[in-house]
């Protein structure tokens, strides 16, 4: 009975020295801490691999995750500097750099973190107007990251980034908006067409007195004479004869000249109503020029001398007149 009993009492011991054994050893895994209390006091911060306690003395505390960890921000609703509500979704990063101070200055650091977060995003938004936060989705992160990062810099956590996922106005808004855009899209494109309408026109004017220019120094270079000039006159009456609206057209006067002159240049008779003529053009028709009045008779005054069916005789000497 004796011995029963010993038995019984070392194996109990066995027992209860394997179970503080098994107490006191603690195991950590990589990328993670955890903080060590002896009687209600901070002893010190376990690392990662194999650690020994103090089995009834040492309290171990929950384990702390050193990796970066992921606080979403979904649906927030915020609104701009000229009075706009917008929502968005953002999404941040943070990572334990201090176990100590996130046991020990903070009660939840991981909801704290996330309150504090949409704090500040609602703060940074704030002072920017609606078009502002539409395009400066960089500005918005930096300046976030920076504003978490300093407020939980003594919790010992560190904000690695922050990053806008989508950013939603309101549905009027983003009518207004559009139309908006619309509406400045129309007006620069009229913009570009009447000043590329200018252009052309200052570029056409250009170019012609560019060739006015040309063609008066080749003309003066080239010093032409009568007969080229006539030639060149003569060429251009088909041309006007041909043009609209002139079924009817005088020839002026002095083309007489001109055609005495191209006549000369090809030694032809000024006489010959056909020379100089171009091809196509068709003969003038030459009348008579009035000549001077018929000689009356002196005693009774009596009318000029005609013929038989004919009217006024012209004067041989009298130079024929164009129409």
């Known amino acids: 009975m004796t011995e029963a009993l ?7 011991v066995v027992a209860l020295m394997g179970l503080l054994a098994v107490k006191a050893v603690k195991i950590i895994p990589e990328a993670h801490k955890a903080n060590v209390e002896r009687l209600g006091r901070f002893r010190k ?3 990662p691999g194999l650690n020994f306690v103090a089995p009834g003395l040492d309290k171990v505390r929950p384990l702390i995750d050193l990796r970066e960890t992921e606080v979403p921000l979904t649906d927030q609703r915020v609104i701009t500097k000229d009075h706009l509500v917008v929502h ?10 201090d ?8 009660d939840d650091y991981a909801t704290a973190i996330g309150q504090l977060s949409a704090t500040m995003l609602r703060n940074v ?23 978490v990062d300093e407020a939980s810099g ?21 009518d207004a908006m559009e139309k908006q855009y619309r509406a400045q899209r129309a007006k620069h494109a009229a913009v570009l067409v009447a000043e590329g309408d200018k252009q052309a026109a200052i570029l056409r004017a250009d170019g012609q007195a560019a060739a006015i220019e040309k063609i008066f120094k080749a003309i003066h270079d080239g010093r032409p004479d009568p007969e080229l000039l ?14 609209q609206g002139s079924s009817v057209w005088v020839i002026p006067s002095d083309v007489t000249t001109a055609l005495k002159n191209l006549s ?42 005609q013929e038989p069916g004919d009217g006024a005789k012209p004067d041989p000497g009298a130079p024929l007149k164009a129409v």
Not at 88 to 97: C, G, S, W
Not at 160 to 173: D, F, T, Y
């Open 6 to 12: 010993y038995i019984i009492a070392v194996l109990a």
């Open 154 to 174: 003594r919790w010992g956590i560190r904000v690695s980034r922050v990053e806008i996922k989508a950013l939603r106005p309101a549905s009027s808004i983003m």
């Open 264 to 305: 000369s240049a090809f030694g032809n008779s000024p006489a010959d109503p056909g020379a100089g003529r171009a091809p196509g053009m068709p003969p003038p028709r030459l009348q008579p020029a009035p000549g001077p009045p018929a000689a009356r008779s002196a005693d009774d005054g009596g009318p000029m001398r």
């Open 230 to 243: 006539a030639y060149q006159f003569v060429q251009a009456l088909p041309q006007l004869a041909q043009s």
């Open 88 to 97: 968005i979704d953002a999404v941040l990063f943070y990572q334990v750099t």
């Open 45 to 47: 911060t376990l690392e």
């Open 99 to 106: 176990p100590h101070a996130a046991n020990y200055e903070i």
């Open 125 to 147: 938004i704030g002072t920017m107007e609606l078009e502002q936060t539409l395009t400066s989705h960089a500005e918005i992160n930096d300046a976030l990251r920076g504003a």
